[in-house]
Each structure stands twice: as structure tokens, then as C-alpha cells.
């Protein structure tokens, strides 16, 4: 006879915690409690701290998840998305994550929560109330007519509010606007820029809360020459950590800040060093670059030149392993992203195209 143990709550808890959420969503079914407990949000935010990262991959008609463990190991899976429309060109579709959600740009078509003509940048919410009010920032393209038979462009940045629906002008020169896709962290948007006069390179972002563009911090390092690569990625949740390329030696630097961003005060330290490796140089990727840090292991994600094809990265320590994504495709999307059990928010199943 085969004697049942119950074990004690906390410990049950904490064992649901480390799995993956496709087999949470498979367990919601075994008992009462244990479907409660996945919509509990302290137990919703425990599961997140302990995620792994995946990588998130966009082609023309599908969607994949990639995930990676520390031996090398891959698992694609393909995603059910019922995109509102089409990808007219990759090069100009972006994928961003915010929190623990995604959200696609289609170029000039939109998405199911912005204006066709709204040209996206980032997302993030109002970070001094307790409520998320989710907002997005873009930009109009419009006309100024100077004469009877000539127009000059000029670009309007405005902010789209996901929960009334209210679409805001602001004020904000647009020298300062992302070249890349910005990171979206504890509400604001945060990207890498250069002073035009200094040459340095710095941290500018984008706070929702008082809806204004400024500096955040100066990089820990800067470019030797203008062809050395650095990418910003967020670390830990709540930090960020900055990957340096140095194009003559390929030796690739990671820094992190020692605290949460929240600090008034930025510190960073050098968090690993490689040197020169396989991987190859970070200049020129048509379809980007992303990259996270778990459990002291650099995994990067970008297309191989060579091969016309995504591959992926991994480097702990002397260890260096290259694996391709073998789907078929050429040019593609991506980005980091960590599962989670969390809902959507109303404010954006109700959002109409």
C-alpha cells in the first residue's frame, strides 16, 4: 500500500514555483487551491523572479519561442498569434517587451492598440501611482504648409493612453528620439545616445510619470572607435547590465549596476570579461542583436552573416557553444522575453485596430 504524504503549503508552493508556465496551465486542473493560487499575485510575481529568460522570434507569418539551458540545449516552440495584420517588412517590425507582456509594431499598419500612422517607440505606465495606467510613445509624421505650393515634414511625439483611449501631444525635440528599440523598465524607456559635442555615450530616457525626455547616466565605458559595438539589456529584473564589443580584439565587456535603477545614484561593475572568442563581431546585424546574463552564463541571440541564418550564443566561462535556429528563415524579430503566468490587462483586450 502506497502511503500519501501531503507536504506543508510553503514547501508546495515553492516546488509550483520553479516550473515552467505551460505545465502551471496544465496543473490548474488538479485541484481548487492550486488554480487559485496561480492567479495569486504574490505567487505570480515569486514565479517571475525565478524565470529564465527566452528569446522571442517574429518572421513574416509565425511566432516562436526559444528557450535555452545552461548546457546548450534548445527548445523552439511555436506560438499561437493572431496578429491583426501582416508584416509588410521585417526590417521595419519592431517586438518589445514591458513588464511581462509583448507588443509588435507593424509598420504603418499598427497594432491592435495604436493609429496605422502612430509610428511606435516603446511602452510603459506612470510609475508614481499604484494603479499601471499603461501609455505608449510614437510619433506622427505631418506636414507644415509654409507656402500656397510647399509643405515642409516635421515629426509631432505624442502619447497614447491604453485605458481611455486618449491620444496627448507633448513637447520634445526629436534629436533625442531612440534609434533603436529603447528597454522598458519600471515604467520609463531607456536607450543608448551619444552628446554630439563630448562624444559621449550615455543613458537617455523617457519618464511617463512627468512626460519629459531626459539623461539617466554616463556608461561605465566608452567606444574606442566608432565600429566597437554596445548593446544595453536589463539585468535581474530591476537593473541593467551593458555588453561592449571591442571591434580589434573582439573581447566582449559586461557591466552591470550594483543597484536596482530606482537609486539616485548609478554604480556599475565589471561583471565578466571574455576574451577573444568565436563569436563574431556585433557590427552590422540587419536583424539586431539581444542578449541576457543567467546564472553567470552571456547568452546573445543575432543572425549569422555566413549562413543567412538566427543563432544563438553561448559563452560561461571557457566554454563557448554556437547553435542555429534552424527555421528557415533569414530575417527575423526578436527579443527577451520572461514567461509568466500573468494576465492580460483589460485595457488591452479591449483595444479595437
Known amino acids: 500500500m502506497v502511503l500519501l504524504v501531503k507536504l ?16 502551471l496551465i496544465r496543473f490548474k486542473t488538479v485541484c481548487k487551491r492550486w488554480n487559485a493560487l496561480f492567479n495569486d499575485k504574490w505567487f505570480l510575481n515569486n514565479h517571475l523572479v525565478r524565470a529564465r529568460p527566452q528569446f522571442i522570434f517574429i518572421t513574416e507569418s509565425k511566432s516562436y519561442s526559444i528557450d535555452i539551458d545552461l548546457c546548450g540545449t534548445i527548445e523552439v516552440r511555436e506560438l499561437a498569434a493572431d496578429f491583426p495584420c501582416h508584416a509588410i517588412d521585417l526590417m521595419d517590425t519592431t517586438i518589445m517587451a514591458c513588464d511581462e507582456f509583448l507588443f509588435r509594431d507593424f509598420w504603418k499598419q499598427g497594432v491592435a492598440v495604436w493609429n496605422p500612422w502612430f509610428h511606435f517607440c516603446g511602452v510603459g505606465y506612470d510609475n ?15 506636414l507644415r504648409r509654409v507656402s500656397d505650393t510647399y509643405e515642409v515634414g516635421y515629426r509631432r511625439v505624442a502619447i497614447y493612453e491604453c485605458s481611455s483611449h486618449a491620444l496627448k501631444f507633448i513637447d520634445g525635440p526629436f534629436k533625442q528620439w531612440p534609434m533603436m528599440v529603447p528597454l522598458s523598465l519600471n515604467g520609463n524607456l531607456y536607450w543608448l545616445t551619444q552628446n554630439p ?19 539617466f547616466c554616463l556608461l561605465p565605458c566608452q567606444k574606442n572607435r566608432s565600429s566597437d559595438r554596445l548593446i544595453l539589456a536589463v539585468y535581474k529584473g530591476d537593473r541593467f547590465s551593458l555588453l561592449k564589443q571591442c571591434y580589434v580584439t573582439e573581447t566582449i565587456d559586461i557591466w552591470v549596476t550594483k543597484k536596482n535603477i530606482d537609486g539616485e545614484e548609478v554604480v556599475w561593475t565589471n561583471l565578466m570579461t571574455f576574451p ?78
Open 128 to 142: 508614481s501611482i499604484p494603479e499601471k495606467g499603461y501609455k505608449i510613445l510614437g510619433y506622427f509624421d505631418c
Open 8 to 23: 506543508p503549503s510553503d514547501l508546495e508552493e515553492d516546488i509550483l514555483s520553479r516550473l515552467p508556465p505551460r505545465s
Open 276 to 353: 577573444r572568442t568565436n563569436l563574431p563581431k556585433l557590427v552590422n546585424k540587419i536583424c539586431g542583436i539581444s542578449y541576457f546574463i543567467f546564472d553567470k552564463t552571456l547568452i546573445i541571440c543575432c543572425g549569422d552573416g555566413q549562413l543567412g541564418a538566427a543563432c544563438i550564443y553561448i559563452l560561461r566561462g571557457d566554454m563557448f557553444r554556437k547553435i542555429h535556429i534552424d527555421l528557415g528563415i533569414i530575417r527575423f524579430s526578436h527579443c527577451v522575453y520572461l514567461p509568466n503566468l500573468i494576465s492580460v490587462p483589460l485595457e488591452f483586450i479591449s483595444l479595437q485596430v
Open 197 to 215: 559635442e563630448t562624444r559621449e555615450h550615455f543613458i537617455r530616457s523617457f519618464d511617463f510619470s512627468s512626460e519629459i525626455f531626459k539623461p
